[in-house]
């Protein structure tokens, strides 16, 4: 049998934590960042520099990876890991939000959501155990029950019956895992905790949630729309209220900012296709805020991105030179933005996680801050 997948706490720092998850294909080091690769890949990256740059593990997608290549041939071919060459830890997302913002037709019931593909149009029936079965297929280390998130604003009568129905699937998800061995592969289910802006649903999913045994608690639903402080409000009520001894994963968060606010408040685990879709957009995260390389006054400007960083995309060329890229529509400046923005993603993660380790971190906060301002 595999070791077990683990969690452990190294340290705590106000509700900030740092800590490491052992799964099959290595360590976590949390708080971390998980780098979106949607497709089987981080796009316009290499899988060896998306390591090089710090990165643990990586997300990939239920939905757009059943659609093509389909789960059955990457189980053939040996599983995600040797498919898109990252022996690393991979996670995987249940569908269910793809489905929603991605297909067509969809139909939801109490067993499953019906859908279109946004690909071909042809017809999918997406359940709990079908979701569990493909990351299964998939060989992913960390997988997600399937769920139902609901845009906001919505009444409280229906983002109570999204929570509700994500609980009864939280229980068919498990029951999934269990009979299809993952457990004693080392691998993990994660429960998704919902209930939108309403503090008491928060709170009832997630203690909910934390009665069933689940190796990790997401918190979905939110980033759908409402504003900063509402997200943040929503974590001030839900991380008090979820499991302590195991990971806590933001779901499609964020920005820079947003995820120095919500490590304050008590999440271990990040992902979102901010860092790598805005390097393709001409835009870039540095430690001094965003710029955006599309405007003209870096026409004629020869200075880097940030000359003190190690990252050669943002040390080693103009922004005259980005510009020139992104105004021409070339492949490299994708290439060089989005491996700028994973950088310093990676790097914010690594001053986070030594910050809470020396007992700082209300410090770097207010620094961090600072220097974006
Ligand atoms: N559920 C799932 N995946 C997600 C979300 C969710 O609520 C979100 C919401 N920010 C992003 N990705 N399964």
Redesign the pocket.
Known sequence: MTAPFSFRLLANDGMARRGEIVTPHGRVATPAFMPVGTQATVKAMYPGQVRELGADVVLGNTYHLMLRPGAERIARLGGLHTFMNWPHTILT??G??QVMSLAQLRKLTEEGVTFQSHIDGSRHVMTPERSVEIQQLLGSDIQ?QL?E?IALPAPREDVERAMRLSLRWAERSRAQFETMGGPGRGQALYG?V?GGDVPDLRIASAQALGEMPFEGYSV?????GEPQDVMLAMLDVTTPAMPVDKPRYL???GTPEDILESVARGIDQFDCVMPTRAGRHGLAYTRYGKVNLKNARHADDPRPLDEASDCPAARDYSRAYLHHLVKAGEGLAAMLLTWTNLAYYQTLMREMRAAIEEGRFEDFRAKTREDWA
């Open positions: 997302d249940s269910g939000f997600m769920d998130c998704i919902q979905g639903g939110l980033a759908v779901m499609g968060v």
